[in-house]
């Protein structure tokens, strides 16, 4: 494997989606790793343990998947950039951390390839029935990114772009892939490092005494900075004042959660980010994510040469969800088709955000195994027909 002097691998490779993400880490910038095995996400684990020690970094297998969601925080306050990785029963282990990682506002990364539930369910099939809970998972009011690729050249470049918005504006990030993408074989291109756009953590230029950790810059977002540096920094999941120091009334949670989400809310449009494909003039719009996406695909080729003007939208940051433009669509188009591998999960965003001036048909499925491509061509029938 060619690598630069970074360390980070880099022209034509031949792997898999689970591989890629790890890679993606790396060229980000990631040098903590913290997790415990789950299929059908441990080829991500068992190549960065082997790959970070060769980077200057660490991993860590903790003991099971609450202890490693906390362990990956503790190494961001200390300098680095972390990531954990898991799939969906200890995606629910780690939701009390995802919530302490909001308040605390912790750039980090979590990966979850999905795979079929509830419970312990299909561990090694597929699913995307983790989306719901990745946005509301934790309680009380905070906001998050999630990605989703649909392909292991995604699976590298979307864990970079993870990484880049952790940064950017210190909240966790999910990396929503699914079974089906993280254990694909293809051809992932990977630049030199020099070609990589990485957004470096934003360090307090303040000197000890000055800097507050939860003082917001003109986006809303604070400065960090690292543990055995001379700040002061006191870091707590209770409502908290700009140093950090708990403050139990109303006007601080005000102040403090408002812009813990409003930060996102306020700036969805920045970071939402969609696919789109022969949108203009299209009666029905199909609208996917992940594996899904591929599938719909072959569905929509299908219908267009039955003359059905259909167009694409795929979701690869489903979180913050593309209000705007759903709700741009809704007054153009005739209706909305929602393939999922869940029994309704985004397909209830779009139809809130349609608001009745386009039905939205969610083609259901629970996981095991990826739709057929004719029971998604069927919907986009029937929703042609109704449409005229």
């Known amino acids: 494997m060619a690598a630069d002097p970074s360390g980070v691998l880099t022209g034509q490779h031949y792997l898999d989606g689970n591989h890629a993400a790890c890679e993606g880490a ?20 068992e190549r960065i343990a082997a790959r970070l020690p060769r980077m200057g970094g660490m991993f860590i297998q903790m003991e099971d998947e609450i202890a490693a969601s906390i362990t990956l925080q503790g190494a961001v306050w200390a300098g680095k950039k972390a990531l954990t990785v898991t799939s969906g029963p200890g995606f629910s282990l780690m939701m ?39 946005r509301w998972g ?31 504006w210190r909240v966790p990030v999910m990396l929503m892939m699914d079974e089906c993408v993280g254990h694909m074989t293809e051809r992932v291109v990977i630049p030199p490092a020099d070609q990589i756009h990485v957004v470096d953590r934003r360090w307090t230029k303040k000197p000890p005494g000055e800097f507050k950790a939860f003082e917001p810059g ?3 977002v604070p400065d960090m900075a690292k543990a055995g540096d001379g700040h002061h920094l006191f870091v707590t999941g209770l409502t908290h004042d700009e140093r950090g120091y708990p403050v139990m009334n109303q006007k601080a949670q005000e102040k403090l959660v408002r812009r813990i989400v409003d930060k996102i809310r306020l700036n969805a449009d920045k970071i939402s980010r969609v696919e789109e494909d022969q949108i203009d003039g299209a009666e029905v719009v199909v609208i996917s994510y992940g594996i899904t996406s591929r599938v719909a695909m072959r569905a929509v080729q299908m219908a267009r040469a039955k003359g059905i003007k259909v167009g694409t939208m795929r979701l690869i940051v489903a979180w913050p969800f593309p209000e705007n433009r759903v709700r741009e669509l809704a007054s153009k188009v005739k209706a909305f088709v929602v ?31 990826v739709h057929d491509p004719e029971v998604i061509l069927e919907a986009i029938v029937q929703a042609a027909r109704g449409a005229r």
Do not use: W
């Open 138 to 168: 934790s309680h009380g009011d905070y906001e998050i990114i999630a990605l989703c690729p649909e392909s292991p050249q995604e699976c590298f470049s979307l864990t970079v772009e993870a990484f880049n918005l952790a940064e950017q």
């Open 218 to 220: 003109p986006d809303m």
């Open 96 to 134: 009390e951390h995802i919530g302490l990682a909001a308040m605390t506002e912790c750039p980090c990364v979590y990966i979850d390839v999905q795979r079929g539930g509830p419970s312990t369910g299909l561990p090694t099939l597929p699913g995307q029935a983790d989306m719901m809970q990745a």
């Open 26 to 45: 790396l060229a980000a910038g990631c040098r903590f790793a913290s997790g415990y095995p789950i299929t059908p996400s441990t080829e991500v684990v």
């Open 339 to 369: 393939p999922e591998l869940n029994y309704g999960q985004m397909s209830l965003e779009v139809e809130r955000v349609a608001a009745g001036k386009a039905p939205t048909v969610l083609v259901p499925h629970g996981g095991g195994e």
